[in-house]
């Protein structure tokens, strides 16, 4: 119903309207996607290329206002989740997808929890692991909370604010060469196929996809009605994550152009330490808990929406029961893989290119059941976002293809 979030967690149910639902899709899906992942592959890539990695995020804005405004209309337009919409495309294939994006998500949140548990580390002197455990703890007790989604949405949006603020900071100390940026990442002296290929994965591939879309659907944000709110919680999204990927890529490419050698095991630490001295580094750690909560959030949440295949209120209210279980195991499988295995820093980067290739499989299925009248009734998809959509699909799949052919 419109105007109303039905959140079902057998004690209470609270209203909100659609354009706050729309906001908390959008910071879930922001926050979600320039977390521990991006502030390391930022940091390592830019460390490597310099100003030339400017491209890499170039690129990586379009791909994303490109993906989230096809993916975020199809899937409210339908009313379905994306899996369910890939049954009905292709029986089995829902499964498939919902294999590779929850695999996918729980690899990242590995790294999402270990960057939270760097974050207390850095702040607090603790161990990275013990700091996992407490940041496990604490997303856990966001998610068992009565008003679970609502108390999700303002940790994020609140999260967001003190990320912004440190990286608005960190570039007034900085001397940052604009023109160089603004140079190189228009014309490119290298491009790199697997810092395209991973920046992308790990800010727009995988479960970061479709994080706001089915945040949406949960909100009770479902058919060509609410396109309106649609478009509102994608735009402002895109602009806020995109806002933080510009800041932090100046703020790391002020620094290695001094000459300045990152730290290859926690390259973006390295940036806010040389930018601020030991000021510096207590912010960044105050930084990476944001970063790494926020994206534990986002994961966790899509990761195990993409378990739900119900499509009645009545069965829905019944999955609702076990979502707190699905969710636990979730945060403490992640933390328990972190505990006893670390190395964050490589986790990360390995996996943003795994979801980098995921995301041409996925973008893929959403496109074709845009033209499914049996999914999406009388809709009719923009065909700038169909031609748009069908280019990054072709070329993150070569972007995937050279990658692999270099690496092996």
Not at 28 to 54: C, I, R
Not at 151 to 160: E, H, I, N, P
Request: net charge positive; charged share 10%.
């Amino acid at each position: 119903m419109k105007n109303k979030e039905e959140i079902v967690d057998d004690k209470l149910t609270t209203t909100r309207s659609p354009r706050s639902i729309a906001m908390g899709a959008a910071f879930l899906m922001a926050m979600a996607a320039v977390g521990p992942g991006f502030l390391t592959q930022t940091a390592t890539f830019t460390g490597q290329m310099g100003a030339d990695f400017g491209f890499a995020i170039l690129l990586c804005i379009i791909v994303d206002f490109i993906v989230q405004m096809n993916v975020w209309r199809i899937i409210v337009v339908s009313g379905k989740r994306a899996q369910v919409i890939a049954n009905e495309i292709l029986p089995g294939l829902g499964y498939v997808l919902s294999f590779l994006v929850a695999a996918g998500g729980l690899l990242f949140n590995i790294g999402n929890i270990g960057g939270a548990g760097l974050g207390l580390n850095v702040l607090f002197g603790i161990s990275a692991e013990n700091g996992a455990v407490i940041a496990a703890c604490i997303a856990i007790a966001i998610f068992v909370a009565k008003n679970a989604m609502t108390v999700m949405d303002r940790t994020v949006q609140l999260l967001a604010v003190v990320k912004i603020a440190i990286l608005i900071y960190i570039i007034f100390v900085m001397a940052v060469p604009y023109q160089t940026a603004v140079t190189h990442t228009f014309v490119p002296t290298h491009i790199d196929f697997y810092s395209i290929v991973t920046i992308v994965g790990g800010t727009v591939g995988g479960y970061i996809s479709f994080s706001g879309g089915h945040r949406l659907i949960e909100g009770g944000l479902k058919g060509e009605k609410e396109l309106k709110y649609v478009n509102e919680g994608a735009i402002t999204g895109i602009t806020v994550a995109s806002f933080i990927r510009v800041l932090l890529f100046l703020a790391g490419l002020a620094v290695v152009t001094t000459g300045y050698k990152l730290d290859p095991t926690n390259p973006a630490a390295s940036i806010f330490k040389y930018a601020a001295g030991n000021f510096g580094y207590k912010f960044f750690g105050i930084l990476l808990f944001a970063a790494g909560m926020t994206s534990t959030l986002g994961s966790t949440f899509t990761s195990i929406s993409f378990l739900n295949y119900t499509r009645s209120e009545k069965s829905a209210n019944k999955m609702a029961k076990y979502n707190r279980v699905f969710v636990m195991a979730f945060i403490i499988i992640s933390a328990a893989i972190f505990y006893f295995v670390g190395n964050p820093a490589k986790v990360l980067v390995v996996v943003g290119a795994i979801n980098g290739f995921i995301l041409p499989i996925s973008l893929a299925i959403l496109l074709l059941a845009a033209y499914k009248q049996k999914i999406i009734g009388s809709y009719h998809h923009p065909m700038i976002l169909t031609v748009t959509g069908w280019i990054v699909v072709a070329f993150m799949t070569f972007a995937s293809v050279e990658t692999l052919i270099k690496l092996f």
